[in-house]
């Protein structure tokens, strides 16, 4: 949903990074979790590793990255200064796409590894947050009742090669799309194909973002998926196929991953 650079050129941040980039959180923390990034990420982007080689230094990362936020006593009340302190670039044609699916009550699923908390507040400052057709599944951060300090993550910790492993079915998103046979599945990493996974549906259209090294990676991704934007392009084509769809009279047969 959000662009991987900002129009200056720096990369756009997730919402690990919000809640890290924020003045109420210390410098020590900013540090370890910068060294984090510089071990791990290269290990996620490895074009030598296999997803399964990848997949313990994932949930490694994960691990260490939340349990360094949990030593910050992050009160619930804070995840809105902390939002509202670090901008974030939204993909352009993302709020067309996400009123469209409001306005024809299509389901509208984020699945996300970043934090479920940080994901909705950015929504809803930027009202774009439906409740009635969208579900966030995410890491969610858990807050003690008594003290409103975060003290623990709630299961299953989500990291970006599990996604096809998170169970939607009995979940209140999965009852609003349990008969519909079509999917529109949006992801920028190869990892994101499987997030469909356990949906029954007859069609499902894969569309992937290739936001960086674009030589490197277009083989792989034109293979993976069904359709490629790259150089982080917009939403147009998503709201071109919904709006073919509804021409149609199909597009309430279609949900959104």
Known sequence: MTRYFTPNGERNPGSHKILSSSSRLTEEFKKETEKL?????????DKALTKEEKIPYMIEWWEKAHELLLGQHINKNDIKEMVAETPVEMRPGLDVLIRKCKDNDIPFLIFSAGIANVIEEVLITRNLYYPNNMHIVS?????????GICDHFKVPMIHIFNKSEVMLKGSPYY??????????LLGDSIGDMHMADGIQHEICLTIGFLNHNVEDYINTYLETFDIVVVDDGPMEIVNHILDACSKDSKISNYSYV
């Not at 990034?37 to 982007?45: G, T």
């Not at 890491?139 to 003290?147: A, D």
């Not at 009852?175 to 529109?184: A, G, L, Q």
Request: no cysteine; aromatic share 10%; charged share 25%.
């Open 175 to 184: 009852k609003t799309i349990e008969n519909r046979r079509n999917v529109i």
């Open 37 to 45: 990034s510089e071990i791990y990420y290269p290990i996620e982007i």
């Open 139 to 147: 890491n969610q951060m858990g807050f003690n009742p008594e003290t």
